[in-house]
Every structure is written in C-alpha cells, then in structure tokens.
C-alpha cells in the first residue's frame, strides 16, 4: 500500500484492490458488487484502527463524527490511503480530524443559503432556469468538508425532509425550469427503480429540457455502475452527470471502467472539484488530475473554492492560491481541461467566476490584453457606430 508522489503524478490507472482486504478472503466476486463494498464500508474507530495508525486528533474526530457528519468510507475507497502516508491526500478527504470541532466566526451551518431558497423541502431554486433537487441524505462515503453536512448522514444537525410530491407539483407549475439537478446526498445510492421513478417522473413534465446527476459515486463506489443502471439512465436524455474528484490517485481503473460506461450510454460527463489544502493545492497535482478526467472523457468543469462550512478550515486555501493555479493552467493545456474556479457565495448569492486578470487595460478604442505566457497584445476595439442617416445616400434615392 505504498504511494509515492511519482506514481500519483504519472497519468497511469492502478487498481488498488484488493488492498487492505488481501488477507480477508474477499472473493472478486464479492469485492466487485456493491452492496458488499456498502455493508463493508469502515463506519467506526475499531475498523478504522485495524488498519491505520491514527493520530490523536484522527482518533478524536472519529468519536466525534457521530453526532457531526458520520463517517463511511467504502473498500474500494479505503484502498487509496497510504497507511505510512500522515499527510495522504485521501486520508484527509475522508478520515475525520478534531478540527472539524473548531469555527470561526465566518463558519455557517449552511454556507450557500439553500435553506432560505427552498420554496419546498428538498427543492432548492436560487437561479431563473433551473433548481437543484436533494432526492437523499446519503452518500457512499462522506467528505469531511460537505457543504451540506447539516443535512447529509443522517447524524447532523438537521433532517433533510425532501416532500417529493409537493416537489413536482412545484415544478410542474414553474414553467421556467428547464433543467433539473438531482443530488443530495447521492442519487446513484438509489436502487435504479427509485431513480427510475423519479427520472421518469420529471421527464412526463413537458417544460424541463434536460436533466442532471450531481455523484461521486464513480470514485467512491465504482461498482455501482452497472450495465443497467446505465441502459436505465439512457432511457432519459438529455442527461448530463457531473461527478466529483479532487485528486488524480481516485481515478482508478475500476473508476476509469465505469466513467467509460456512462461515456458510452451517451451521458455527458463534469467534473466539479473542491479546492482542498494538501489535497489540490498545487499545480503538479491539480495538472495531473484534470488530465486523467480527460482520458476517462470526463471534462472539469468547475474548482470550487472552499465553502465557509463549519470545521473546514483546515482544509480550506486561499483564494488567490486558487486563481494561480487556474493561470498556470489555462493556455498551458487544452481549454477542456481548464475548470471554472468559483465561490459559491456566502450566505446565498450563487456561483460566483473568479478568473485571472487577462484584460489589463480597456478603453473606447482598445483592449490591452495578457496571454498565457505574460506578453502583452493590443486589440483596437471597432470604431463607435456613427447615427445611421435618416435619408438614403442620394446615389441610391433614385
Ligand atoms: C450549483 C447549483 C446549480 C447548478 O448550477 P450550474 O452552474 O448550472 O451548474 C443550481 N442550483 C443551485 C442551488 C446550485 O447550487
């Protein structure tokens, strides 16, 4: 279970099973369906110190995670840990801290403001076109910085009482919606006939256009993504999924495997990540991962900047950190492999851009602009459109 920062940064895919499970006499069988890496998830300190070596404020965010955000983390998942590794990017991702217990003032139980913009439990409609629709509390496995960690896991603070019925009667009447986001919670934990029903469901209502999968099951749980979820899945397109990995270690070959079963069902496949210190942070890393999304025909599609959750500033780097990773990506590759680098805003005001500054000067007659590499273009802005003459030409007035 060794990993060195070399082979996290070769574009390479490894299987890492069966890993921690070699002398358990896990059948591939077994290891390969998912309700065994589900009832196999390390949920409590016991399993968890089977393995590792905790540290003492590894040990006490674990006690305290029952009563915060619980912990689960799948086999498969597990896996990716470097047991010698105190630091491994994984391991911070999932393995609760005590510092989960510490807040600053600026720290909210709920960041993005989705309580105030419910007009119904579980439907959150902040924008004109589309809302964002929490169908379950439950993940495979639970990241330590969820922004909805009041309402994931099922130990928080708040219950998540999605009214489904009261939810599509809502968007049903809304006619603007044209583009529905399910999440959660993950919606790829439901069994294909619930996410069958719910699909079909928003696909009977005429107005909604396309519809989305918010899921990191792909990397949590690769084994979920059976051949018939995805011929169920494809029954419903227009149908983008928009997955979440953070760092290039969780695109395994078995993630790989199913990313490329989505790809072929037709679903076109995002990226969302979280900007996460020691996880993302730099550029090697960053690089590596969006070109490893880009071989499994995934493209970034935003870098979120850390919302101000409760407990996560451990985890959380600088804004400006973020925009120079964005500049030592864009022009240096492909513009596919460049996400959007957003704030959700504090408090409610949606996704926010933050981008380098490539315009730096402009006036009514040019636009100085800066590339990839720091020169300096002028670009002459057209002239100012002169008042159209009322009479035609008198060439042409005949
Ligand atoms: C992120 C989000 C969406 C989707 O935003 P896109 O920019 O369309 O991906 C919709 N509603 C809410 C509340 C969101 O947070």
Redesign the pocket.
């Known amino acids: 279970m060794h990993h060195d920062r070399k082979q996290d940064l070769s574009k390479s895919f490894i299987s890492h099973a069966p890993g921690y499970w070699a002398d358990q006499g896990v059948t591939a069988e077994e290891w390969n369906d998912y309700t065994w890496q589900l009832k196999n998830r390390i949920t409590s300190l016991p399993q968890l110190e089977q393995h590792l070596n905790l540290s003492d404020e590894e040990r006490n965010g674990v006690l305290l995670s029952g009563t915060k955000l619980a912990m689960a983390i799948t086999p498969h998942f597990f896996n990716l840990i470097d047991r010698d590794d105190p630091n491994c990017p994984i391991r911070r991702q999932v393995i609760p801290r005590i510092e989960e217990t510490w807040t600053d003032d600026y720290e909210m139980a709920d960041p993005?403001g989705?309580d105030s913009?419910m007009p119904v439990p579980g439907l959150?409609h902040?924008?004109p076109d589309?809302?964002?629709f929490l169908v379950t509390d439950r993940c495979a496995s639970y990241c330590r910085y969820c922004t909805r960690s009041r309402v994931v896991s099922g130990v928080g603070e708040q219950g998540l009482d999605t009214d489904y019925e009261a939810a599509f009667r809502y968007l049903e009447e809304h006619t603007e919606v044209r583009?529905v986001?399910l999440s959660g919670g993950d919606p790829l934990l439901f069994s294909d006939s619930k996410l069958e029903k719910i699909l079909s469901r928003l696909r009977s209502i005429e107005h909604i256009e396309f519809l989305r999968i918010g899921s990191r099951i792909p990397l949590f749980l690769p084994q979920r993504i059976t051949p018939e979820l995805c011929a169920m899945l494809q029954k419903y397109h227009p149908l983008f999924l928009s997955v979440h990995a953070n760092h290039p270690r969780e695109l395994t070959v078995e993630s790989k495997a199913g990313l490329e079963r989505l790809a072929n069902a037709g679903i076109p496949l995002g990226n969302q990540s979280v900007l996460l210190r020691g996880v993302n942070d730099d550029i090697e890393t960053m690089e590596t991962l969006v070109h490893k999304l880009l071989m499994c025909r995934v493209r970034p599609?935003?870098l979120y900047q850390m919302d101000l959750i409760r407990g996560s500033g451990h985890l959380r780097t600088s804004v400006a950190k973020g925009i120079e990773l964005i500049e030592q990506l864009r022009g240096h590759t492909t513009g596919y492999a460049v996400p959007q680098y957003v704030i959700?805003a504090p408090g409610g005001g949606?996704?926010v851009p933050v981008n380098p500054d490539y315009v730096i000067q402009k006036n009514e007659e040019r636009v100085l602009v800066k590339n990839y590499e720091g020169k300096v273009f002028e670009y002459p802005e057209p002239p100012v459109p002169v008042e159209a003459p009322l009479e035609p030409a008198a060439h042409l007035a005949g």
């Open positions: 993005c989705e913009h959150v902040r924008y589309r809302v964002l583009d986001l599609y935003y959700d949606g996704k």
